[in-house]
């Protein structure tokens, strides 16, 4: 027995895995990294697709974040929420500069799903109302206030959820839901929010949710009046504005968060993953003056016991300094060509590959059995036979060391931003192979 297989049968016995049953879960092995590399227990290197789960933008085994929290232990390693110490105010005043607009003001938390949670209870204290607007394919978190908006099928084990979620339809342009091409539709994805709030009663709806650019239910990336149109509806029926950029924030989108490509800015912001490029647990909701201003002399009824830990502070502002220093965000907009480029080919060579589509370091490839009738191989939330090409899929990378998500009907292609070129299109072929395999 290897000694991977031997620590994951111990780990087995008395940790759960999360998302799976768990004879069927298929753990990743990991005992260190570099860069966009990590390696099993083993020695046997793995390229990093994924970021672990989107997350390790910067990368394995970054010196200055290990240094980071090392020091940070030695100075303050505990506190109370209430506390005052240095990495905490560096830390506000570092996400100030890079968050949209004239956000200014941030609840630091331990996760996105709980940015999320507590973006929905701020949401209706500041307003009064009750009702949220989510998307349809969306994804929020699984806490069950952020798994009530989540439209991903992940909710439905938890059913009832909270009361008050209206759903809109996602800018999925390549199987649009309102049958209709993007080079003929009014954007109807967007200006159905308006239609939507004048059935629900727009003096009821705190406020609208969407994730910047989609995460692991498609990657969409809309088109590019999707967001301001959704600014515009939201100012006019007097409703906040969240962007949820936990997946999209920290430079995968090649900015500092996918809003900044529509010079939109959102009156909250959610954000998580990338804020600590994965190396402490944090979660970030930001919010405008208007907003913040609301809890001057109102209580704000939130919090919890490891609010702002000092340890996920000195990461996070360590991570905001090595993003820059270091140009990652510029560098993940260089290499958008990159892959789209190798996307391109792999569907050139491949009829199972309907569409790819991607924006700075997030790729899809959604693969169909008719291309003509853009028929996803699997429908929305049913697995793929074990036999089958899509069933196939997953060995057939897991063999090649290629850490890489297939969910769906969709591959998705989400390196560290520190990846070279190199390793792009090495990763990209092993993709390219593993689709030669499963559909030979």
């Not at 990590?38 to 200055?64: A, K, M, T, Y």
Request: charged share 20%; aromatic share 8%; glycine share 10%.
């Amino acid at each position: 027995m290897s000694a991977a297989d031997a620590l994951e049968r111990r780990q087995r016995r008395h940790v759960l895995y999360t998302w799976t049953a768990q004879n069927a879960a298929r753990p990743v092995p990991i005992a260190g990294g570099e860069g966009a590399w990590f390696v099993d227990h083993d020695g046997g290197r793995w390229l990093d697709f994924e970021s672990q789960v989107f997350n390790c933008n910067i990368g394995h085994g970054h010196p200055r974040l290990i240094a980071a929290l090392q020091a940070q232990a030695a100075e303050l390693a505990c506190a109370h929420p209430a506390a005052v110490f240095e990495a905490k105010a560096a830390l506000g005043e570092k996400l100030a500069e890079i968050t949209p607009g004239d956000i200014d003001t941030f609840f630091l938390c331990l996760s996105g799903s709980e940015a999320n949670e507590n973006a929905l209870k701020i949401a209706r204290m500041v307003t009064g109302r009750s009702k949220v607007i989510a998307r349809r394919r969306s994804y929020h978190g699984a806490s069950m206030g952020s798994l009530s908006l989540t439209g991903d099928r992940r909710r439905m084990s938890a059913e009832p959820g909270l009361w008050g979620v209206a759903r809109i339809e996602d800018p999925y342009c390549y199987q649009c839901p309102f049958g209709l091409r993007p080079d003929s539709c009014a954007r109807q994805c967007a200006t159905q929010l308006a239609h939507v709030l004048e059935m629900e009663d727009p003096s009821t709806v705190a406020a609208v949710f969407v994730e910047g650019v989609t995460g692991a239910n498609g990657g969409f990336v809309p088109p590019p009046d999707y967001w301001p149109t959704l600014r515009r509806i939201c100012d006019d029926y007097g409703v906040l504005l969240v962007a949820d950029e936990v997946f999209s924030g920290f430079g995968r989108t090649g900015r500092w968060f996918a809003v900044d490509h529509w010079g939109v800015v959102p009156d909250m912001i959610c954000m998580a993953k990338g804020v600590t490029s994965g190396y402490a647990a944090l979660g970030v909701l930001g919010m405008r003056p208007h907003v913040a201003a609301h809890f001057a002399d109102e209580t704000l009824w939130a919090g919890l016991t490891t609010y702002a830990h000092p340890l996920a502070c000195a990461v996070a502002s360590e991570a905001i300094d090595v993003y820059r220093d270091e140009g990652l965000i510029e560098h993940a907009a260089a290499l958008e060509p990159v892959l789209l480029a190798g996307l391109e080919a792999i569907k050139a060579r491949h009829p199972i590959v309907g569409d790819v589509r991607g924006i700075g370091l997030l790729g899809t490839l959604e693969l169909v059995s008719d291309r003509d009738a853009r028929t996803p191989l699997v429908g929305y939330g049913a697995k793929a036979d074990p036999d089958s090409p899509l069933g196939r899929l997953p060995a057939a990378l897991r063999a090649r060391r290629l850490h890489c998500l297939v969910r769906g009907h969709m591959v998705f292609v989400t390196p560290p931003l520190s990846i070279t070129a190199a390793d792009l299109e090495h990763g990209l072929s092993l993709i390219d192979d593993a689709l030669t395999e499963v559909t030979a």
